[in-house]
């Protein structure tokens, strides 16, 4: 448990109050982060909690419910049971197809396979179930879209395979398709394919009779939501309850099929590898696995009324698939995060925690998203570690289009100035640095009070500036230097 030592501590160093860690992430979002660590294999697990939680505490999975989905439906292809390229029409009840099809849409529900449920690409409407407080509806109902039900009808949307549309009322469909092929009721059928075989003992689609252990929604890290939990009869897309523990022993068989060889034994090494196959804009079937850079998979969750969770597993996805293999890194095989909060603010609290561990391992961190960098949230700072010396190479001006700051300072000092009089601190910021190739690595440092951070690093062969800002949406700039 030293590794969560050595956490704790970065984390309760943010606060100059002496906060716990725990306090510190209560106070920026959850009153409880449960996180799990595979590493080289080992699973070890620690929960921070200003309520009680501990590591067996039950959390929503929210939509990482869906790869799990997923990982029973390769299970059934590979026993021949079903096919990536079924067409779900042959495999629905009349009174589905009667519930999905408009005059409009017919031909086009005629088309949609197992293969685009699986990868969002059905055009199937519906992206996110808010779920119920009380007197939950069944599925058909959900899919009807009518009382009391609370979302619309799901219907066929856009052309099948024709583009990416995160579908969670794909997943429901894909629900009933389970059911119906294996006559077996949805969780027990999961059980009997994932659950069990993987001893995945903490996970669960119904709170089970006296069961005490489990966290309850909050708004922030100190507000309860109205009401513990919502209930969702879409239990494919949304409905798991487990622990960080149990989803990384699913990363795990995940990692060892892909190796194939023996032992792997979950999933055959074609099949795991066509479910980690990117099939547009980074959605492999149920995995989110951009396929450049090739590094992982990984899966993010959000349920109302407060859960917030986030699972990754390192893959060679690009030699797995036929490509070059990948250079070695310092904890490559076997390794994974898993951290799930339970708070409508908790993506900000997963998403620092997800960067201190990648920095205190060393482990690669994922690509950059769209608007900003990974994730799109900013570190906590690494403080008591010493700057980069070369970091006084940037000093001077730098603009963009809107703005000019200056770097400067001492030399343990840097701080960053925008207008005549105001600066911020600049503080060593707890994420794995980035290499450019011939260049050595980025520096990273945050700027102090604020929701923002700067990459000192290399672009097109010059010295360059990012700047990312965490904001509605977030940011990243690069700016160039002002000779």
Known sequence: MEFFADLESLISAQDTTNESAAEVLAAIGSPSVSIAILDHGSITSKCFSTVGGDSETLFQACSISKPITGMATMRLIQAGKLQLDSKIVQLLPDRVIRILETPHTKGLLQQITVRHLLSHTSGFAIGHFPGYAKDAPDREAVLSGKAPANTLRVKVQGLPGYSLSYSGAGMTVLQIVLEAVTGKDFPALVKELVLDPLEMSRSFYTLQDGEKNVATAYFTGYTPCDVPWHVLPEKAAAGLWTTPTDLLKAVRAIQQSLKGGAGAGFLEKEIARVMLEEVQNTMALTWIAPKDPGVA???????????????????????????????????????????????????????????????????????????????????????????????????????????????????????????????????????????????????????????????????????????????????????????
Request: aromatic letters at 10%.
């Open 297 to 483: 998979f990984v899966h993010s969750g959000s349920n109302s009324p407060g859960w917030e969770c986030f699972v990754m597993g390192y893959a060679d996805l690009k030699s797995s698939s036929g490509g070059q293999k990948l250079s070695e890194q310092k904890a490559w095989d076997d390794c994974g995060i898993c951290i799930m909060t339970n708070s409508a603010a908790g993506f900000t609290v997963w998403a620092k925690v997800f960067h201190a561990i990648t920095y205190l391992k060393e482990w690669v961190s994922l690509p950059y998203v769209a608007g900003g960098g990974p994730l799109g949230k900013i570190p906590f700072c690494a403080r008591g570690v010493k700057i980069n010396e070369r970091w006084g190479e940037w000093k001077g001006s730098w603009r963009d289009a809107e703005k000019e700051l200056v770097l400067e300072g001492s030399e343990d000092e840097p701080v960053l100035r925008f207008g005549k009089n105001v600066s911020a601190r600049l503080v060593p910021a707890a994420i794995p640095s980035i290499e450019y190739a011939g260049n050595g690595q980025s520096i990273d440092v945050v700027l102090e009070g604020l929701e923002m951070m700067v990459r000192l690093g290399w672009k097109d062969g010059n010295r360059d500036m990012e700047v990312w800002y965490d904001g509605m949406p977030p940011r990243l700039l690069h700016l160039s230097r002002v000779d």
